[in-house]
């Protein structure tokens, strides 16, 4: 079992800055990828930002430029600092984890239960 808990959604004004995080707990050995997806209103899960545990980066089209992703790999947590948010950014943020190697040699995912990031003046 590995469990995902994610934090620092909230409430922002647009131009604003929000920063998450995701730490991984439970049965892990090691963790290729973490990462952030979102889902707006209305609209499909789409992928934020993602990081191996090598430190290679894939952002989404809406998160380049403005939002960086760095992870702890000691700490099995992963970080979505967000810059320069606007109203578009407003979507509950999901934590995923992938490639979860645990002390039994499976290999699982995992997913967070969310956190709502509101962009609003």
């Known amino acids: 079992q590995v469990q995902l808990v994610e934090s620092g959604g909230g409430l922002v004004q647009p131009g604003g800055s929000l920063r998450l995080s995701c730490a991984a707990s439970?049965?892990?050995?090691?963790?290729?990828?973490m990462g952030w997806y979102r889902r707006a209103p209305g609209k499909q899960r789409e992928l934020v930002a993602a990081?191996?545990?090598?430190?290679?980066?894939n952002y989404g089209d809406s998160a380049k430029g403005r939002f960086t992703i760095s992870r702890d790999n000691a700490k099995n947590t992963v970080y979505l600092q967000m810059n320069s948010l606007t109203p578009e950014d407003t979507a509950v943020y999901y934590c995923?984890?992938?490639?979860?190697?645990?002390?039994?040699?499976?290999?699982?995912?995992?997913w967070g239960q969310g956190t709502q990031v509101t962009v609003s003046s």
């Open positions: 439970g049965n892990i050995f090691s963790i290729y990828a």
């Open positions: 990081i191996t545990s090598g430190g290679s980066t």
């Open positions: 995923n984890a992938d490639g979860i190697l645990d002390f039994s040699d499976r290999v699982v995912s995992s």
